[in-house]
């Protein structure tokens, strides 16, 4: 789990220099689309379960490949839970992460975290992150103006920044990946400690 404190949290969004907001090109959606909630599973699934993570965090990234897929196939694919996952980024690489997936639009956004998950042992620890993002990018169709054009948007990182101060001082998140079900922020984020909350949220 990744802790910080309020000054690097601030200090990680202030870090990227963002010129000024472009309208969104063939391949990237507008701000609204790309601000939607990514929400995987049932609307009216009975129990919600919330993730909030950056896509530069080795606990996401574990919780990624080790946890959800257990979840995926036992609550998500048969309507017990719905999953929303929100971007809570730790440094400026995870920053610039979030907004590339979410200019990508909501049908591709789910897909974009998967790869970037999967590529953050790369982009991750790369001398220049944005060069390494931009080519693991094109593997989703975005070319480099695409992500020229996103990186620049105030408006989406203006928006990405507010809703994680919000998660910061009002549901007191403050590591990655933070994990609520059914409303409770839950201590650990094992798989079991994951199960044994939807099972109660489940009334079981």
Same mark, same amino acid.
């Given at each position: 789990?990744?802790?910080?404190? =309020? =000054?690097?949290? *601030?200090?990680?969004?202030?870090?990227? &220099?963002? &010129?000024?907001?472009?309208? $969104?090109?063939?391949?990237?959606?507008?701000?609204?689309?790309?601000?939607?909630?990514?929400?995987?599973?049932?609307?009216?699934?009975?129990?919600?379960?919330?993730?909030?993570?950056?896509? !530069? /965090?080795?606990? /996401?990234?574990?919780?990624?490949?080790?946890?959800?897929?257990?979840?995926?196939?036992?609550?998500?694919?048969?309507?017990?839970?719905?999953?929303?996952? =929100?971007?809570?980024?730790?440094?400026?690489?995870?920053?610039?992460?979030?907004?590339? $997936?979410? /200019?990508?639009?909501? @049908? #591709?956004? $789910?897909?974009?975290?998967?790869?970037?998950?999967? *590529?953050?042992?790369?982009?991750? #620890?790369?001398?220049?992150?944005?060069?390494?993002?931009?080519? *693991?990018? #094109?593997?989703?169709?975005?070319?480099?103006?695409?992500?020229?054009? /996103?990186?620049?948007?105030?408006?989406?990182?203006?928006?990405?920044?507010? =809703?994680?101060?919000? &998660?910061?001082?009002?549901?007191?998140?403050?590591?990655?990946? @933070?994990?609520?079900?059914?409303?409770?922020?839950?201590?650990?984020? !094992?798989?079991?400690?994951?199960?044994? $909350?939807?099972?109660?949220?489940?009334?079981?």
């Amino acid at each position: 789990m990744m802790k910080f404190s =309020r =000054r690097l949290f *601030t200090a990680a969004f202030g870090a990227l &220099a963002l &010129a000024f907001a472009i309208p $969104a090109s063939a391949d990237i959606v507008s701000t609204e689309e790309a601000l939607t909630e990514l929400v995987i599973g049932k609307e009216d699934a009975p129990v919600e379960v919330l993730e909030y993570a950056s896509l !530069s /965090c080795p606990a /996401c990234k574990r919780f990624h490949d080790e946890v959800y897929p257990k979840l995926k196939e036992e609550y998500i694919e048969t309507g017990k839970i719905k999953f929303i996952f =929100r971007d809570f980024p730790t440094n400026t690489p995870g920053l610039a992460a979030a907004m590339i $997936a979410r /200019c990508a639009g909501p @049908t #591709r956004h $789910a897909g974009m975290v998967d790869m970037f998950f999967d *590529t953050q042992g790369t982009w991750g #620890r790369a001398e220049n992150p944005l060069q390494s993002l931009t080519m *693991t990018a #094109r593997m989703a169709g975005l070319g480099p103006n695409d992500v020229d054009t /996103c990186v620049k948007n105030t408006e989406l990182y203006n928006a990405i920044n507010a =809703r994680a101060e919000k &998660a910061y001082k009002e549901e007191g998140v403050n590591a990655t990946p @933070t994990i609520f079900v059914a409303g409770k922020k839950l201590e650990h984020n !094992s798989y079991e400690a994951v199960k044994e $909350a939807i099972e109660k949220a489940l009334g079981n």
